[in-house]
């Protein structure tokens, strides 16, 4: 009775000491959050300027609240963005006694490539809502009504644009951690090919305008991107088969 006792204590202290190191390291994270978006807030004009510079329209505020309302949201951005590795890092950290020392080096390597990753995506967005998206948005006016875009509306809709791009980017680095857990495997993801190629289209279709062709130009970019996935996915999961096989021949030996 006294030993079960002493287990289930032993067990308490385990998950409350996990627990608490969960809490300080989201702590830690939430730290940097808020270090990040203060350098985002005193550098707001700079990057407000860098997304409007090029445009050949000038935006417009209605109302006070929208001036602290891009302030806010452009702190923001960098503050995830520069948020995110810090993240996978902590993460990393909190997992880490659980990995063996060739697990821990090459998982390592996803949080710069998470990083990586996630600014692609925001730059492809950006780049395909700039040189595609606007251009044949505008083209439609053809005269027809006065432009006039508010700061509010025009940011919203660039990053409804750009934010998913940023998430489907990092669709590589998924398919290679649960190829490594064993979630999944390169032949399950060409198996549900065709239904990954259908969601992809349909994401393509929600963040572009009713373009055919617009539709293609972001569909087949993540397309590629699922392919990209698969062939990671099967490094990763040759070089884990290769381990299992030379494991089980030194324990055959032995």
Same mark, same amino acid.
């Given at each position: ?39 985002? @807030?005193? /550098? ?7 997304? !409007? ?5 000038? +935006?417009? #505020? %209605?109302? &006070? ?97 750009? @934010?998913? /791009? ?7 680095? !998924? ?5 490594? +857990?064993? #979630? %999944?495997? &390169? ?68």
């Amino acid at each position: 009775m006294a030993d079960n006792n002493a287990q289930f204590s032993d067990k308490e202290m385990n998950l409350t000491g996990h627990l608490s190191e969960l809490r300080n390291r989201l702590i830690v994270t939430a730290v940097f959050f808020v270090l990040f978006f203060i350098v985002g @807030f005193i /550098f707001v004009k700079d990057i407000y300027w860098f997304f !409007v510079n090029d445009l050949d329209f000038q +935006l417009t #505020v %209605i109302s &006070p609240g929208e001036i602290i309302w891009i302030h806010f949201t452009m702190a923001s951005l960098v503050a995830i963005t520069g948020t995110i590795p810090i993240l996978a890092f902590q993460v990393w950290s909190f997992i880490k006694p659980g990995l063996t020392p060739n697990e821990r080096k090459a998982s390592l390597a996803y949080i710069p490539a998470i990083f990586l990753l996630f600014i692609g995506g925001l730059v492809f967005g950006y780049f395909m809502f700039i040189k595609l998206i606007l251009p044949f948005l505008l083209s439609l006016n053809n005269g027809m009504f006065n432009e006039m875009f508010t700061v509010d509306k025009y940011f919203r809709f660039l990053l409804r644009i750009t @934010f998913p /791009f940023a998430v489907l980017f990092e669709i590589p680095i !998924v398919a290679m951690f649960l190829t490594a +857990l064993g #979630v %999944i495997t &390169p032949d399950f993801m060409r198996k549900t090919r065709k239904y990954a190629y259908l969601i992809l289209i349909i994401i393509g279709t929600i963040v572009t305008p009713p373009d055919f062709i617009l539709q293609i130009a972001v569909a087949v970019p993540l397309i590629i991107l699922y392919e990209i996935s698969i062939y990671l996915a099967m490094i990763v999961y040759r070089k884990k088969q290769r381990k299992h096989k030379e494991f089980m021949e030194e324990d055959s030996f032995n």
